[in-house]
C-alpha cells in the first residue's frame, strides 16, 4: 500500500504562483509520481507526470509554466505552478504508479484561480 498526502492548494489570483507538494509513504517502489486535475464538470485530466527514468511528461496546457519535480530518495513530488490562469481551478490529485502498473491516488486539493 501507499498513501498519498497532498499540500499547498489554496487561492491565487491570476499570473500568480503555487507550489503543490506530495509525499508518498509506504513499502512499495515507486516508479513514477504524477499530478492530475479535475476542474468542476470536466473528466480528470493528467496535469505532469515524473519517472523514475527521469523523463516526464506535461499537459500542452500547462507546458512552460508548471514544473514537476521528483525526491525519489523520500518519495516526494513537488508542481511548481506559475503564471496561474482561471482554467487552472480544480482539484489536484497526487499520484503514484508501482511496478505491477497499479497507480495509487491522493485525496486532492483544491486550487482556485480567481481575483
Known amino acids: 500500500q501507499v498513501q498519498l498526502v497532498e499540500s499547498g492548494g489554496g487561492l491565487m489570483q491570476p499570473g500568480g504562483s503555487l507550489r503543490l507538494s506530495c509525499a508518498a509513504s509506504?513499502?512499495?517502489?515507486?516508479?513514477?509520481m504524477g499530478w492530475y486535475r479535475q476542474a468542476p464538470g470536466k473528466q480528470r485530466e493528467l496535469v505532469a507526470v515524473?519517472?523514475?527514468?527521469?523523463?516526464?511528461n506535461y499537459a500542452e496546457s500547462v507546458k512552460g509554466r508548471f514544473t514537476i519535480t521528483r525526491d525519489s530518495g523520500k518519495n516526494t513530488a513537488y508542481l511548481q505552478m506559475n503564471s496561474l490562469k482561471p482554467e487552472d481551478t480544480a482539484v489536484y490529485y497526487c499520484?503514484?504508479?508501482?511496478?505491477?502498473?497499479?497507480?495509487?491516488w491522493g485525496q486532492g486539493t483544491q486550487v482556485t484561480v480567481s481575483s
Open positions: 515524473a519517472r523514475i527514468s527521469g523523463s516526464t
Open positions: 509506504g513499502s512499495i517502489f515507486i516508479t513514477s
Open positions: 499520484t503514484a504508479g508501482i511496478l505491477n502498473g497499479a497507480t495509487y
